[in-house]
């Protein structure tokens, strides 16, 4: 009996997911075309908006972006990429793969940043400007690794100094999350849903739980790692979901009929909860950070003072 080689088996999948035949991208595209023309033509007659055109709209996302990617596969674009050195770093590298997701997440609320303020003074929503402001505090503690652990020094220095700089960004963050659930606790929270308020609560609540898991799951695979600034990435990430998973609570006490009379109590208690948490986890964060810069050896210890412009004790160490 002959066994299939594992490792030549999923070198067939990559070589069909990175160059896919001919006859594939023209399936592709001919659906692609189709359903997209669909949606359009939905909301042209008036039905768009109606539940079952809502299969009609995510069936022409999905062929939309697979249209898109085998346009690229056919230039070869992909197939080029495997074997870019930076692009093997990525894969191979779990600390790089979680530094191009931050940055990702970065890039993804400064966009939401700059959208929302322009909607915000076109529609005067307060909702909306809160929103805003929660979104430039959740940019700060990612941005701030970034920033300290690229500066020049001591390399364990400036990790060091990221971590804890970065649990207080987190301290910031719950601080910044109170006037949102000020908000939600006096029934000033808007939500416009698309097609149906049931299926949107239910994708995001998919959505919520999938990266409040894949958050605990990071935080439990970095907890022994000596990589401080992928540690403070991480707990940025947990922090992230804890909030998103009072949004969805939010959301479903305002949308879902209940028979159980008024759950807002509920709100007022989560979003209680999820503020001292995270306020926890940055004080945890800047402390420790602290504790650890004070632990490095001395000539460590008298770099890092130099690098923040403690002249005092530095003149002081010259003196002995």
């Not at 896919?20 to 768009?48: A, E, K, N, Q």
């Not at 970065?106 to 915000?120: E, K, S």
């Not at 402001?133 to 364990?156: E, M, N, Q, S």
């Not at 998919?206 to 605990?216: E, W």
């Amino acid at each position: 009996m002959i066994k299939c080689n594992p490792m030549k088996k999923h070198d067939k999948i990559l070589d069909f997911l990175l160059k896919p035949p001919m006859w594939v991208c023209i399936v592709v595209w001919v659906i692609g075309t189709l359903t997209l023309g669909g949606s359009i033509t939905l909301y042209f007659v008036g039905l768009g908006l109606k539940l079952w055109a809502l299969h009609v709209h995510l069936t022409a996302l999905v062929f939309l972006i697979l249209s898109i990617y085998a346009v690229l596969t056919v230039i070869g674009i992909p197939k080029r990429a495997k074997n870019n050195v930076r692009v093997q770093k990525f894969f191979k590298h779990y600390d790089v793969r979680a530094f191009v997701y931050a940055a990702g997440s970065i890039i993804f609320n400064t966009c939401y940043v700059v959208f929302g303020i322009l909607i915000a003074n076109i529609g005067q929503s307060a909702w909306l400007g809160v929103l805003v402001g929660y979104h430039i505090f959740l940019i700060i503690p990612r941005a701030t690794v970034f920033f300290i652990k690229r500066r020049d020094g001591d390399k364990d220095v400036q990790n060091v100094r990221a971590y804890s700089y970065c649990g207080l960004a987190l301290m910031l963050l719950a601080l910044a999350v109170i006037p949102v659930i000020r908000m939600v606790l006096d029934d000033r929270n808007t939500y416009n849903y698309f097609a149906s308020g049931i299926i949107y609560v239910t994708a995001i609540a998919a959505y919520t739980f999938t990266k409040l898991g894949i958050a605990i799951y990071n935080l439990r695979k970095v907890r022994k790692s000596d990589n401080m600034p992928l540690k403070a990435i991480k707990n940025v990430s947990f922090a992230d979901a804890l909030i998103s998973i009072f949004a969805l609570q939010a959301m479903m006490i305002k949308v879902l009929p209940s028979d159980s009379g008024d759950l807002s109590h509920m709100n007022s208690v989560l979003g209680g909860l999820v503020a001292f948490g995270i306020f926890a986890i940055g004080l945890y964060m800047l402390v420790s950070g602290r504790k650890k810069l004070k632990a490095l050896p001395v000539e460590t210890a008298e770099q890092a003072d130099v690098e923040s412009a403690d002249e005092q004790s530095e003149e002081v160490s010259e003196g002995e």
